[in-house]
């Protein structure tokens, strides 16, 4: 949910909905919208929810689960209430993951892709996160292509120019008889998994 688009200005993210209780003394487990937990629920942090402010007392993992202590929950009555409340949290829009090389997903949307020439040929309408690796889905005007998002053939990313450059590959963003007509071509497989981008997950 963006309150502003671009690079300035903030941005408001989910980063999780408030789950069961634990405890007798308002302490709740968190379902995660962030792949940076310990960073947006650091002790202090004031979150929003649809009651109004969450301010983080303390959190803790258990059992592979989130768990955190909010000021303003006193009691197992009051964390009850509050089950399924949204969290969210207001970024600058500027702000990167932690990770360097690493974007998040509402950085990369609206980018302008160009291709290895400068040229333009679509925007980025969407990230998305398979198992085995991140794909950009490129809008062309014309349909919608899937470009893995890897350093070989996403070299450049630039957020403060608003755009992504593809690499010099073969029916990236259009099938290969389309580029050379008539001509064969030996397959583009895709790079090592070992060479993959992975930007983090919006949010987020």
């Not at 768990?67 to 009691?75: N, P």
């Not at 071509?185 to 895709?190: C, E, K, L, R, V």
């Given at each position: ?56 007392a303390s959190l803790r993992w258990h059992k592979g689960r ?48 160009l291709d290895a020439a400068g040229l333009r040929r679509g925007t980025v309408a969407a990230v998305l996160h ?75």
């Amino acid at each position: 949910m963006n309150e502003e688009d671009g690079l300035t200005g903030f941005t408001e993210v989910v980063v999780g909905v408030i789950g069961r209780p634990h405890g007798i003394k308002g302490e709740v487990s968190i379902d995660l919208r962030t792949d940076e937990p310990d960073r947006r629920f650091a002790t202090g942090t004031v979150l929003r929810s649809e009651s109004g402010p969450c301010t983080v007392a303390s959190l803790r993992w258990h059992k592979g689960r989130l768990l955190v202590k909010f000021d303003q929950l006193a009691d197992r009555t009051a964390a009850e209430a509050a089950r399924g409340m949204t969290l969210t949290l207001e970024l600058s829009a500027e702000e990167l993951p932690t990770e360097p090389g690493e974007f998040y997903d509402r950085q990369l949307v609206g980018l302008t892709v160009l291709d290895a020439a400068g040229l333009r040929r679509g925007t980025v309408a969407a990230v998305l996160h398979l198992p085995t690796q991140d794909l950009l889905e490129v809008d062309t005007g014309d349909d919608r292509r899937m470009v893995p998002f890897v350093a070989a053939l996403v070299p450049i990313v630039d957020l403060a120019a608003g755009r992504v450059q593809l690499a010099d590959v073969t029916g990236l963003l259009s099938d290969p008889d389309e580029d050379n007509p008539g001509e064969e071509h030996p397959d583009q497989s895709a790079p090592d998994q070992n060479d993959q981008r992975e930007p983090t997950r919006p949010q987020r």
